[in-house]
Structure formats: structure tokens, C-alpha cells
């Protein structure tokens, strides 16, 4: 009986998140494509090879590689530095990387607006320096990074921290040098992880609204990013675009989530 009670369970539990994935993950998705393909082929392709379509995918493209470099070079030295050694203001450290993830995304976009807009005290030397961060490539830029900040490290701290120093320390009193220390017995433990974050990090860069709406000012061909093109045609009632350029970031979701996968079963056949 408490086999045949516990196969009942078991069957249901799967049932239940087999139905939820269907409702919440695979109907969405289903309807995208559907919808993108509504009036055919041709109105399909027409849409995804607008110019403001490419723009914005071109936009979406360099913010995304440009945040990944940023944070993949802080997050590997912020992790470094919480795990290897200890200093005053640690945990101040450990618990500003965890900033953006509590902070809203559009409050995050309005702190930008109000440090680097026409109200800032800075903006008068913004200006004579003609670097303009507000509705440029710049403020877009500058709103991945900070959505996006946390991942890598928060991918690598554990690791690190679980590696202990043993094996570094018997490196360098072999004469390893630090760069040889990292190459070769710390960055072997890490690089799953590291590749993770830098998966994520993609991943999270890819679809930011809220944060780089507030910075961008909507400007078509210019600061419009992926999601906020999107949202320029839905509001336009020109649905079928809406979901023809949408299917363009469920691709890459797609292709970055068989990133994750390949990554995620490579770390744990590597352990």
C-alpha cells in the first residue's frame, strides 16, 4: 500500500509540474511563434530585417558583450579577493554585489537618470567633455552592467570557497608564480562555473527592460534595445511585428538555455 500511495504521489507531482511548464512555459512560447507567423513568411521576414529591428539587435548584441566583458572581469576579481583573503569592509563587499539583485531594475534606471542626467552635478563636465550617458549607448550600457552584475561572482564564490587554499599555497611554495598558480590549479576547479555566470550573465543582459527603458528615452534606431523595440510595436497595435521581432529573443533564449545545459552536464561530468 505505501508503494502503491507513493506512486500515486510521485505521478501526481509530475503531472502537476508537467502541467504547469506546459501552461507557463511551452503555451507562451507556442504562441509567439504562432502569432509571429500568423500572416505568413513574407510578413514575417519583413519585420525581422527592418532597420529598426536590426539596429536593435545590433544594440542588444553589444550591450550584452560589453556587460558580459565588464562583469566577467569584476566578477572574477571580486571573487578572488572574498575568498582569498581577508580585508576590513568583507561582508560590505559580499553585500554590494548583491545590490542589484534587491534593487528594482526601474528604480535602478531612475538612480542613473538622476547621477548622470541634466539635474546631476556632474553633468556640466559630462558635457564639456561631450560624453552624454542619458538616452545614448552609453546609459544602455551602463544599465546591462548593472542588472547583470552579481552573476558571475555569485557563480564563482562558492566554488572558491569550497576549493579552500591548500593546493595554491603548496603551489607557491614549489616558487609557482601567481599567474601560474591561477592557470593551472585554480582555474581548472572554477571554469564551469565561471562559463555558467558568464552563461547567465548573457542570458539576464539579453532580455533587461525595465533599467535600460528609463536610461534609453526610446529613441528608434538608436537606444532601442531588443525588449524595448518590442514594446514600441506592441504599442502600436502592430502585433504581428511584435511577435515576429519577440521570436528573435525566444530564439536566442533558446540557444543561450543549450548553452546552460551543455555547460551544466559538462561541470558535472567534470566533478
Not at 545590433?58 to 560589453?66: D, K, M, Q, S
Not at 582555474?187 to 539579453?206: D, E, S, T
Not at 536610461?215 to 514594446?231: F, M
Amino acid at each position: 500500500m505505501k508503494n502503491e500511495g507513493s506512486k500515486i504521489v510521485k505521478w501526481l507531482l509530475i503531472g502537476i509540474s508537467l502541467l504547469f511548464a506546459f501552461l507557463f512555459l511551452l503555451l507562451p512560447l507556442f504562441t509567439v511563434i504562432s502569432e509571429a507567423l500568423r500572416n505568413g513568411w513574407a510578413a514575417y521576414k519583413e519585420a525581422v530585417t527592418d532597420e529598426y529591428t536590426i539596429s536593435a539587435i545590433w544594440l542588444t548584441v553589444e550591450a550584452t558583450v560589453i556587460a558580459v566583458l565588464i562583469n566577467t572581469i569584476f566578477g572574477l576579481f571580486a571573487a578572488w579577493s572574498v575568498t582569498k583573503f581577508y580585508f576590513r569592509g568583507k561582508k560590505l563587499m559580499t553585500t554590494m554585489i548583491d545590490i542589484p539583485v534587491t534593487v528594482s531594475p526601474i528604480i535602478a534606471g531612475l538612480i542613473f537618470l538622476l547621477t548622470f542626467g541634466r539635474q546631476s552635478p556632474i553633468y556640466p563636465y559630462l558635457q564639456a567633455a561631450n560624453i552624454q550617458i542619458v538616452f545614448a549607448v552609453p546609459g544602455i550600457v551602463l544599465a546591462t552592467v548593472f542588472v547583470t552584475f552579481p552573476f558571475i561572482s555569485r557563480e564563482l564564490i562558492p566554488v572558491l570557497e569550497s576549493q579552500g587554499t591548500d593546493e595554491e599555497e603548496a603551489a607557491a611554495l614549489m616558487g609557482a608564480s601567481g599567474l601560474t598558480i591561477f592557470r593551472r590549479v585554480t582555474f581548472p576547479h572554477i571554469k564551469w562555473a565561471f562559463l555558467y555566470g558568464i552563461v547567465l550573465c548573457a542570458a539576464r543582459a539579453m532580455g533587461e527592460f525595465g533599467a535600460v527603458s528609463v536610461l534609453s528615452g526610446h529613441l528608434r534606431g538608436k537606444t532601442n534595445t531588443l525588449p524595448l523595440h518590442v514594446e514600441i510595436l506592441f504599442n502600436e497595435f502592430r502585433y504581428v511585428p511584435a511577435f515576429a521581432v519577440s521570436s528573435i529573443l525566444v530564439m536566442m533564449a533558446v540557444v543561450i538555455l543549450i548553452i546552460r545545459s551543455v555547460v551544466e552536464y559538462r561541470g558535472k561530468g567534470a566533478e
